[in-house]
Each structure stands twice: as structure tokens, then as C-alpha cells.
Antibody, heavy 120, light 107 residues
Framework: EVQLVESGGGLVKPGGSLRLSCAAS????????MNWVRQAPGKGLEWVSS????????YYADSVKGRFTISRDNAKNSLYLQMNSLRAEDTAVYYC?????????????WGQGTLVTVSS | DIQMTQSPSSLSASVGDRVTITCRAS??????LNWYQQKPGKAPKLLIY???SFQSGVPSRFSGSGSGTDFTLTISTLQPEDFATYYC?????????FGQGTKLEIK
């Protein structure tokens, strides 16, 4: 059974930093691309970032480019999102999502999410 | 960026009804269209990918169709557990844009 478990969310002041983690199990993590998707309170879904299996290809939404960094450790079956220069508009539930099908951009399994609140 | 527009934004229906949700892309995305279901307080769940392919474990009452710019998600016979919010999402190119969602409520 595929399991994705996010951690690292919390309350942070504007301008602060936070590092999210996602622990993966139940599938061959090292051969699949991975993603972060977020959802502001009461709002829709927004894609944040994607990373290929070997980390050779990385993409970001314009809203986070230059502030967020996605990375992975295939030996630890883990995905990360380093978030710097946080803004109020980054407040959201952040989901880790896998792409186990062959095509990029399909989010076939999701974690339960971790809430990030940016407020003074 | 590709814009995704869903209609309707909300929909009231009864158990047993047939329901159709539409999604339009601002430019052609071939068949790179996915549908998700989200229940309150839960993570989204992939239902349909590549416009019409079923994700494993999804009931056969869900179906997807379309290509190019116009797509539909159909639920043939609504069940109580189907009341949720549905999102379409393009996977043609980054940013992978989602539609604004369709909230399906009990009439």
C-alpha cells in the first residue's frame, strides 16, 4: 500500500523559513517523480513543485520560484520542501503527491497534508 | 499558462442521479487531463487520468471523456459517498493548473 506522510508544518512569522518532509513507502520511490501541491484555507488546489526521480529535472510555480527548494533523498525514501522568505499567502495545507504512472503531472497518491501558517 | 475552467461551480443532485461536470482548457491539452475527488478535511484522490483512464480502485460509475480543450466527468448513478468537491487538472505543461472545483451537494 502506498503511503505518503508529511511533517514539518507549523506557525512561522513572515520572512521565516520552514522545511517540510514527506516519508514514502509502499512503492519504488527512487524511480518515480514527486510533487508538492498546496491548498489555502477554503480555496482550491495549487501545484507548487515537481522533481524527477534522479533530481535532474525540477520545476516550480512562479509564485514560489526563488524562495522554495524541492529535493529528495532516494536512500531515505524522502521528499523535502525548503521554504524561505515565507509570506502570508503561503499559508496552506501542503500535500506531498507521487507520480507512479509514466506521465509527468499526474498526482496519483497523496499524503494527508501538513498545515503551514504564516502569521505574525 | 493554461487556464482551466470548470462548470458548474456547485451542483445539487440526488442519490441515483446522473451527473456531468465539464472542464475547459484555454488551449489544447490533447488528453492530458485528470480528475480528482476531495472530501472535507481529506486529501484529494485521483479518479481519472489522461482524460479517460481509470485509476485503480475507482468505481466504474465514474467516467471521463474529451480531448483538446473540452472534457467531462460523468457519474452515472450517484451514491451517498460521491458528494464531494471535484477538480480537473491539466498535465500538459507546467504549471499544472487545476480548475476551481465543483462542489457536489445533496439535494
Amino acid at each position: 500500500e502506498v503511503q505518503l506522510v508529511e511533517s514539518g508544518g507549523g506557525l512561522v512569522k513572515p520572512g521565516g523559513s520552514l522545511r517540510l518532509s514527506c516519508a514514502a513507502s509502499g512503492f519504488t520511490f527512487s524511480i518515480n517523480s514527486m510533487n508538492w501541491v498546496r491548498q489555502a484555507p477554503g480555496k482550491g488546489l495549487e501545484w507548487v513543485s515537481s522533481i524527477s526521480s534522479s533530481s535532474a529535472y525540477i520545476y516550480y510555480a512562479d509564485s514560489v520560484k526563488g524562495r522554495f527548494t524541492i529535493s529528495r533523498d532516494n536512500a531515505k525514501n524522502s521528499l523535502y520542501l525548503q521554504m524561505n522568505s515565507l509570506r502570508a499567502e503561503d499559508t496552506a495545507v501542503y500535500y506531498c503527491a507521487s507520480t507512479t504512472v509514466t506521465t509527468w503531472g499526474i498526482f496519483d497518491y497523496w499524503g494527508q497534508g501538513t498545515l503551514v501558517t504564516v502569521s505574525s | 499558462d493554461i487556464q482551466m475552467t470548470q462548470s458548474p461551480s456547485s451542483l445539487s443532485a440526488s442519490v441515483g442521479d446522473r451527473v456531468t461536470i465539464t472542464c475547459r482548457a484555454s488551449q489544447s491539452i490533447s488528453s492530458h487531463l485528470n480528475w480528482y475527488q476531495q472530501k472535507p478535511g481529506k486529501a484529494p484522490k485521483l479518479l481519472i487520468y489522461a482524460a479517460s483512464s481509470f485509476q485503480s480502485g475507482v468505481p466504474s460509475r465514474f467516467s471521463g471523456s474529451g480531448s483538446g480543450t473540452d472534457f467531462t466527468l460523468t457519474i452515472s448513478t450517484l451514491q451517498p459517498e460521491d458528494f464531494a468537491t471535484y477538480y480537473c487538472q491539466e498535465s500538459d505543461s507546467t504549471p499544472y493548473t487545476f480548475g476551481q472545483g465543483t462542489k457536489l451537494e445533496i439535494k
